[in-house]
C-alpha cells in the first residue's frame, strides 16, 4: 500500500516535469545527435589541423635553426678573419706600455 | 510561447546542419575533388615515402659569456630527383636545373642519369638552397620533384672538426655518428624520427607507457661543449702558421682549465671540413690527439721532479754533480749541449732542461717508486668523452735496466697520448690531483633542461707542496730563460716548459736530426686557469721546441689573458703602472 503510494507520488511528479518541458523528447534526441555530429567533425577538424600545424611548425622551426646556423657560420667565418689578420702589416703597433688600474665598484665611478 | 520556442529549436539545428554541410563540401573538395593536386604539391615540398626528413640534435660551442654558438647542426634545403620514365624533355629539364645549380652536376652525368628507363627515382642534385629548390619547383617539371631535405652542417667547417666528428652512413644503411663527439654521445643526438608524423590520438592511447615514463626525453637532446669558438680559432690559427712555417708532419694542442678538465680548444694541423669530406682520406677523420702516442721529450721532467719531491727523495734545495754525460746501461746519456754544469740545484735541472739531472732524479727515486708513480699517471686512459683513446707504451718501466728509467725521466723511452699528457701536467697545476679531461659539459634535454654532466672524478698523485715547488721552477723558465728572459710577464706568473724528442728511426734507434717538439704551460702560476700543450712533428730546419713553439705558446698566453681580462698576479702591488 505504501509502496503504490511512492509510485503514484513519483509518477505524478514526472508527469508534472513532462507537462513543464517545452519541448519533445525526439527534439532534445535531434538536438544532442546535432550537436554530437559538429562535434566530431569539429574533432577531425581539430585533429587535422593540429598535425597540419605540428608538422609545418616543425619546418619552420628547423628552417629558422637552418638560417641561424648560415649567420653562426658567418660568425666564426668573421672570428677566423679577425684572427688571420695581420695588424702589423695595417701599420698597427703593440702598445709600448698597459696600465693597471684596480677594478672599482660601478658607484665609484659616479 | 511553445511553438515559438520549438521554431528556435529548429531554426538553430538548421543551422548547425548548414554548417556541417559546409565543412563536409570543403572536406569533399580538398579531399576528393583537388586531392591529387595537394598530393603532388606535398610531394614537391616534403621527402616522399616514409622516411622522414633527418633529424638529429646540435653541438654547441660555448663562447666565453655563455653564448651557445652550434658547432654542428642541420641545414634545410631540398634534393632533386627525377623519374626517367615520365622526364619527357630531358635538355629541358637539364637547363632549368642549371638555371640555379650550374656547377652541381655535370650535362653528361644528368643525360645518363636521364637515360636508366627501368628506374623511376634517381636523385640527382642534394643540398639545394631553398631559394633555389623553391625557383625549380615553380616550373613544374614534368618528371622532376624537388623534394625537402635535411643534412648535417658544421657552420665552423674545420673548427675543432676532428673532436666534433662526423656523421655518416658507416657500413650499413643509417646515418650515425662515427667519429667525435657525433659517435660518443649518438644516443643523445639521434632522433627516432617519428614524432611528427604520427597520429596524435595512436599516439596517446598505443604509447601511454612511453609517454608516462618519456625515457626517449630523458635520453635525447643537444650536447653542448666547453670549447670556446674564439680560442679555438686562435689555436688553430697558430698551429696551422707552425706547421706551415717549419713543415711539420703534424702539430697539434690543447688548451684546457687544469682544476676541472673542461677543454677550452683542442686542435690538430691538418684537419678537415665536415662539410666537404669528399677528398678526406679515412686515416685523417680520427683524432691524433687521443689516439697517437708520442715521446714526448723534456715536458716530463716536472713530472719527475714532482715525483721525487712527493717521494721526499730529493727538495728544491738538493744539489748534484752535473757531469754532461753519463753512461748508464753501456747506453750514453747526455745533456742537450753536451755540456757539464758541476754541482748544481735541483731548479736547474727544469730550467736549463738537463737530462743528466733528470737521470740523477730518477735513480735517487728508485725503479719501484718510480714506475708506481708514472703508472699512476700514464697506465690508464684518461676517460676523455671522445672514441678510440688510444694507451701509452710503458715497457721500459717493466724492465730491470736502469737505462730504461732514466730515458722515461726526460721523456724518451716512454710514449703517451697528447691527452695522457696534459692531464698529467695538469696535476702540478692543480695541486697534485689528476682531472678527467673531457670536451662535453652537458646535455640540454629535449624537455629544456640542462643536466650537467659529471666530471668530478679525481685521481691524486702528488702533494700540493711538491707541485707548488715544481710550480716555482717552471715559472723561472718563463722569467729567466725563455727567449732569455725576454718572455717574462711582469703582471701574470707563467710556468713553462720546452720539450725536444729525437724521433724513433723504426729500428730500434732514433734519429739524430729529426725531432718532436713539445711545449707546456700554466698561468697564473699558482692559481691556474688555462694550461697549454703543444706539439709540432717532425718541423724541418729546426731543432729545439723552444724556436717553432715558444712564440705560438707566448702568443696563445697573451690573447688567453686579455681574452679573459685574467686579472694580474703579480707587478702591480706597489706600482700601478707596468711596462711590459
Request: proline letters at 4%.
Amino acid at each position: 500500500m505504501r509502496s503504490r503510494r511512492i509510485l503514484q507520488i513519483l509518477f505524478f511528479r514526472m508527469h508534472n516535469i513532462r507537462d513543464h518541458i517545452p519541448f519533445s523528447a525526439l527534439s532534445l534526441c535531434y538536438g544532442v545527435v546535432g550537436v554530437l555530429l559538429v562535434s566530431y567533425i569539429g574533432l577531425i577538424a581539430v585533429v587535422m589541423s593540429y598535425a597540419a600545424f605540428t608538422v609545418e611548425f616543425s619546418q619552420s622551426v628547423k628552417n629558422d635553426e637552418a638560417a641561424v646556423a648560415v649567420l653562426e657560420g658567418q660568425y666564426l667565418a668573421g672570428v677566423a678573419h679577425l684572427t688571420n689578420i695581420d695588424y702589423a702589416a695595417l701599420g698597427y703597433a703593440k702598445p709600448v706600455q698597459k696600465v693597471f688600474v684596480r677594478e672599482e665598484s660601478v658607484t665609484a665611478l659616479r | 510561447m511553445r511553438a515559438q520556442f520549438r521554431s528556435r529549436i529548429r531554426l538553430v539545428l538548421l543551422f548547425i546542419i548548414l554548417i556541417a554541410l559546409a565543412v563536409f563540401t570543403r572536406l569533399y573538395f580538398i579531399q576528393i575533388v583537388h586531392g591529387d593536386d595537394y598530393s603532388q604539391k606535398a610531394d614537391r615540398q616534403f621527402a616522399a615515402g616514409g622516411s622522414g626528413l633527418f633529424d638529429r640534435g646540435a653541438i654547441y660551442f660555448t663562447r666565453k659569456d655563455g653564448t651557445l654558438i652550434s658547432a654542428a647542426t642541420l641545414a634545410t634545403g631540398f634534393l632533386v630527383a627525377i623519374n626517367p620514365q615520365t622526364l619527357s624533355d630531358p635538355e629541358a629539364a637539364y637547363a632549368a636545373l642549371s638555371t640555379v645549380a650550374p656547377d652541381a652536376l655535370s650535362h653528361d652525368a644528368f643525360l645518363a642519369a636521364a637515360a636508366k628507363k627501368n628506374q623511376v627515382y634517381i636523385e640527382v642534385v642534394h643540398h639545394l638552397s631553398d631559394t633555389n629548390g623553391q625557383i625549380l619547383a615553380k616550373k613544374e617539371i614534368p618528371g622532376m620533384q624537388i623534394l625537402r631535405e635535411r643534412w648535417r652542417y658544421y657552420p665552423g667547417g674545420t673548427l675543432a672538426s676532428q673532436s666534433i666528428g662526423i656523421v655518416t652512413y658507416g657500413s650499413g644503411d643509417l646515418l650515425a655518428g662515427r667519429t667525435g663527439l657525433e659517435a660518443t654521445y649518438d644516443d643523445a643526438l639521434s632522433r627516432s624520427g617519428d614524432s611528427l608524423y604520427k597520429n596524435f590520438f595512436a599516439e596517446l592511447f598505443s604509447n601511454v607507457g612511453n609517454l608516462l615514463v618519456a625515457a626517449k626525453d630523458a635520453r635525447e637532446g643537444d650536447v653542448i661543449t666547453s670549447i670556446e669558438p674564439e680560442v679555438q680559432t686562435r689555436l688553430q690559427d697558430d698551429l696551422a702558421k707552425v706547421s706551415q712555417k717549419y713543415s711539420s708532419k703534424e702539430s697539434g694542442g690543447i688548451i684546457m682549465d687544469p682544476a676541472t678538465g673542461a677543454i677550452l680548444a683542442i686542435a690538430t694541423y691538418p684537419s678537415y671540413d665536415g662539410n666537404n669530406l669528399q677528398n678526406v682520406e679515412g686515416t685523417a677523420l680520427g683524432n691524433p690527439l687521443v689516439e697517437h702516442i708520442h715521446e714526448f721529450g723534456s715536458i716530463m721532467k716536472p713530472l719527475t721532479m714532482t715525483a721525487a719531491l712527493d717521494a721526499g727523495v730529493i727538495t728544491p734545495q738538493t744539489t748534484y754533480n752535473d757531469t754532461g754525460c753519463i753512461t748508464v746501461n753501456k747506453a750514453k746519456i747526455c745533456n742537450w749541449d753536451l755540456k757539464a754544469r758541476g754541482v748544481i740545484p735541483m731548479q736547474q735541472i727544469i730550467v736549463q732542461s738537463l737530462n743528466v739531472g733528470a737521470s740523477w732524479v730518477a735513480t735517487e727515486l728508485g725503479q719501484d717508486t718510480f714506475r708506481s708513480y708514472f703508472t699512476k699517471l700514464f697506465g690508464a686512459k684518461t676517460g676523455i668523452d671522445l672514441p678510440n683513446e688510444g694507451r701509452s707504451l710503458l715497457g721500459n718501466l717493466s724492465k730491470p735496466q736502469q737505462v730504461g728509467y732514466d730515458t722515461a725521466s726526460f721523456g724518451q723511452g716512454i710514449a703517451e697520448t697528447p691527452i695522457q699528457m696534459i692531464r698529467a701536467l695538469g696535476a702540478i697545476a692543480n695541486g697534485g690531483v689528476m682531472v678527467t679531461p673531457h670536451i662535453a659539459r652537458a646535455v640540454r634535454l629535449d624537455s629544456g633542461i640542462e643536466r650537467t654532466l659529471d666530471w668530478g672524478q679525481t685521481v691524486p698523485v702528488f702533494s700540493p707542496e711538491a707541485a707548488r715547488e715544481t710550480t716555482a721552477m717552471m715559472t723561472a723558465v718563463v722569467d729567466e730563460k725563455l727567449q732569455n728572459g725576454q718572455a717574462k710577464i711582469p703582471t701574470m706568473s707563467v710556468a713553462a716548459k720546452t720539450g725536444t724528442a729525437q724521433l724513433t728511426d723504426g729500428r730500434g734507434g732514433y734519429y739524430t736530426d729529426r725531432f718532436f717538439h713539445s711545449f707546456t704551460g700554466f698561468f697564473p702560476s699558482y692559481s691556474p686557469r688555462f694550461i697549454i700543450l703543444l706539439y709540432t712533428n717532425d718541423p724541418q730546419g729546426v731543432t729545439y721546441a723552444s724556436d717553432t713553439l715558444g712564440t705560438t705558446f707566448l702568443d696563445l698566453t697573451h690573447f688567453l689573458i686579455d681574452y679573459y681580462a685574467v686579472p694580474p698576479d703579480r707587478g702591480i702591488a706597489t706600482s700601478s703602472a707596468v711596462t711590459p
